[in-house]
């Protein structure tokens, strides 16, 4: 079982800044992903954005530009640095670690992110 640690969640100001990292307890494989998924009150959960091991990542529409995803194997964490955000952003944001292709999928406990205008 891999434990992923998630920290720097919190209130903002509209147009402001957090840094979201995600620590996993174990290495993080050549084969792995890890991504961030937020959920909103009332909707479903949904990417904002995910990165391999070796730096490929993709993102969600209404998050480029001013998210972005980076990862540091040396420390087997993976960071969402969150610029020029909204209201719309709000949302419980969660770390996601898998395998490509499966079997493998871990979550964290979520971390709550409130942007007021």
């Known amino acids: 079982q891999v434990q992923l640690v998630e920290s720097g969640g919190g209130p903002a100001q509209a147009g402001g800044s957090l840094r979201l990292s995600c620590a996993a307890s174990?290495?993080?494989?050549?084969?792995?992903?890890m991504g961030w998924y937020r959920r909103a009150p009332g909707k479903q959960r949904d990417l904002v954005a995910s990165?391999?091991?070796?730096?490929?990542?993709n993102y969600a529409d209404s998050v480029k530009g001013r998210f972005t995803i980076t990862i540091d194997n040396t420390k087997n964490t993976v960071y969402l640095q969150m610029n020029s955000l909204k209201p719309e952003d709000t949302a419980v944001y969660y770390c996601?670690?898998?395998?490509?292709?499966?079997?493998?999928?871990?979550w964290g406990q979520g971390t709550q992110v409130t942007v007021s205008s």
């Open positions: 174990r290495s993080i494989f050549s084969s792995d992903a």
């Open positions: 990165i391999t091991r070796g730096g490929t990542t």
């Open positions: 996601n670690l898998y395998r490509v292709g499966g079997p493998y999928n871990y």
